[in-house]
């Protein structure tokens, strides 16, 4: 039996927290924890690697998810998915990052978030498998 990818979800919205939770339990998937802000997840990325990061782009504090994830990026080698209801063109343009390997539009379905996951983080292994050749 494989071990369960760990999950890390950066997310302010306290109900939209509680849905994840019950998703990810649901999809069999092991939740690392929740962070509501960038300078946290910081903190919980460096005590236990996530396997895929689910990302609010608009946070609260001095970070939002888009800047998060670039120090993210520089510092890490983790798949981030991202999590909005902002779908403006300059917000998804600024969103593209190295490791950017989904956006879901809120509202979020189970089965869409369990497909997103297992696209990220599988062509997370591809493109890391490419890079050391």
Known sequence: MSVPKKILIVEDDRMLCTIFNMFINELGYQLMGF?????????????????????????????????????????????????SSDVEEQTIKNAILDNTYGFLVKPIYKDSLG????????KHLLDRKNRKK
């Open 115 to 122: 497909v997103t996951i297992e696209f990220a983080y599988t």
């Open 35 to 83: 962070s509501s802000d960038g300078e946290d997840a910081l903190i919980q990325i460096k005590k236990e690697k996530p396997d895929v990061i689910l990302m609010d782009i608009h946070l609260e504090g001095k970070l939002d998810g888009i800047e998060t994830t670039k120090i993210i990026q520089k510092k890490y080698d983790i798949p981030i998915i991202f999590v």
